[in-house]
């Protein structure tokens, strides 16, 4: 399903930042952070930075905290290790440092995945949350799945002009219950 804009809301860009979580991937072949990229400023929203670190817990952390603590970065977008393996550790690095959990996009994520690659999508986990009153999503490593993830939730949930709501029109109130970090 897409989604419904108002156009008599203009429309307002966030700041973005992307980080590819790869022992393997390199600046010459990072396809799925190309996506990423591409979109995001295709939609109109301003790419802030973009980086590639190891599946390593402490420096994912490291590289979150950072950019949480930025003031130009609203969201956070990871692509990789939300696999099974021994390596992909990026949701347990996530879940370390969120506020709130966004429970409805991993499940989301997965529903939708289901339509391309039948039961396989159980295998991903990917997740969502709020740290420190930034936003953090976390895709599968692949291109397809970065497509998606953008294509059907975080285009139209990103997008302060979707109805019913979205999540640009909640980003001043992500510090209401007191979580530390920065208040829009």
Same mark, same amino acid.
């Given at each position: 399903?897409? @989604?419904?804009?108002?156009?008599?809301? *203009?429309?307002?860009?966030?700041?973005?930042?992307? &980080?590819?979580?790869?022992?393997? /991937?390199?600046?010459?072949?990072?396809?799925? @952070?190309?996506?990423?990229?591409?979109? !995001?400023?295709?939609?109109?929203? %301003? !790419?802030?930075?973009? =980086?590639?670190?190891?599946?390593?817990?402490? *420096?994912?952390? +490291?590289?979150? %905290? =950072?950019? +949480?603590?930025?003031?130009?970065?609203?969201?956070?977008?990871?692509?990789?290790?939300?696999?099974?393996?021994?390596?992909?550790?990026?949701?347990?690095?996530? /879940?370390? !440092?969120?506020?709130?959990?966004?429970?409805?996009?991993?499940? &989301?994520?997965?529903? !939708? $995945?289901?339509?391309?690659?039948?039961? $396989?999508?159980?295998?991903? /986990?990917?997740?969502?949350?709020?740290?420190?009153? =930034?936003?953090?999503?976390?895709?599968?490593?692949?291109? +397809?799945?970065?497509?998606? @993830?953008?294509? &059907?939730?975080?285009?139209?949930?990103?997008?302060? /002009?979707?109805?019913p709501c979205n999540f640009v029109e909640i980003m001043p109130r992500l510090m209401?219950?007191?979580?530390?970090?920065?208040? +829009?």
């Amino acid at each position: 399903m897409t @989604g419904k804009l108002n156009e008599a809301i *203009e429309f307002q860009p966030i700041g973005i930042a992307v &980080m590819t979580i790869s022992d393997t /991937r390199k600046k010459e072949n990072d396809k799925s @952070g190309d996506v990423l990229e591409q979109r !995001l400023i295709d939609a109109g929203h %301003k !790419l802030i930075s973009r =980086t590639i670190v190891r599946d390593d817990i402490v *420096e994912i952390q +490291s590289m979150v %905290k =950072t950019w +949480s603590a930025d003031p130009e970065i609203d969201c956070i977008i990871t692509t990789g290790g939300t696999g099974l393996t021994g390596r992909d550790v990026t949701p347990e690095a996530m /879940r370390g !440092l969120f506020d709130k959990e966004i429970e409805g996009f991993g499940e &989301m994520f997965r529903w !939708l $995945s289901h339509d391309k690659i039948g039961t $396989s999508a159980l295998q991903s /986990r990917a997740i969502a949350g709020v740290t420190a009153g =930034t936003y953090v999503f976390s895709l599968p490593g692949s291109p +397809s799945a970065c497509k998606d @993830g953008w294509d &059907m939730i975080l285009r139209w949930q990103l997008d302060i /002009r979707h109805l019913p709501c979205n999540f640009v029109e909640i980003m001043p109130r992500l510090m209401e219950s007191g979580f530390g970090g920065r208040q +829009s």
